[in-house]
């Protein structure tokens, strides 16, 4: 009885997390970052230990971006050090007259979008946007990633990284945002994060 009281909580909890997650803030039509995101290589950087993984900083990593959408995770490996996807847009794929022509969602770590005609170059909405896997470096930025709701205007600073297990598995980020397909995720150590428009 005791077992099935909890998965019950567990549930409606997962459920609550979901659709809170899933509330959609409207900033209407125009560019709202104009910017692209900026990266620094790190040469000769020194690895860690996070969460009983090894992680080694590839590039230092900042942006201001538009949440497209969400996605959280809890029971792939993966989920152990990035509990939640974010699909972000920069420039033109931070105008919400854009967006309404771009049917987007999330799934098994992978951003896909889907349109009836482009409403710009197929080109911009590939390297306006991406996929990226957000590990929390701290309490704080965990709470944060929490109420992050999409269509929000975020900043964040932190490292692109790989991620090794004693088992040889690892995980490591696209260092470009020119890529597409698999292994064009950006993996990103956030150290700070903001909501600056709700």
């Known amino acids: 009885m005791n077992l099935r009281i909890l998965l019950l909580g567990l549930l409606i909890a997962i459920t609550v997390w979901q659709c809170r997650a899933a509330e959609t803030v409207t900033l209407g039509s125009g560019v709202k970052v104009d910017k692209a995101p900026v990266q620094t290589r790190i040469e000769n950087a020194e690895s860690f230990q996070f969460n009983d993984y090894l992680i080694t900083p590839l590039a230092d990593f900042s942006l201001e971006a538009k949440v497209l959408s969400r996605e959280n995770y809890w029971l792939d490996r993966e989920s152990d050090i990035a509990p939640t996807d974010l699909a972000l847009g920069w420039q033109r794929m931070s ?99 903001n909501i600056i428009s709700e």
């Open 95 to 193: 105008d919400e007259s854009v967006l309404t022509a771009i049917d987007i969602r999330q799934s098994g770590r992978w951003y896909h979008w889907r349109v009836e005609h482009f409403p710009v170059p197929r080109r911009i909405i590939e390297t306006q946007s991406a996929n990226m896997h957000i590990v929390p470096a701290n309490d704080h930025v965990e709470k944060v990633l929490d109420s992050v709701k999409p269509g929000q205007i975020i900043r964040f600073k932190g490292q692109l990284i790989r991620v090794q297990d004693d088992d040889g598995w690892q995980w490591q980020s696209s260092l470009t945002r020119e890529d597409t397909g698999a292994r064009a995720c950006e993996l990103v150590y956030v150290n700070e994060l």
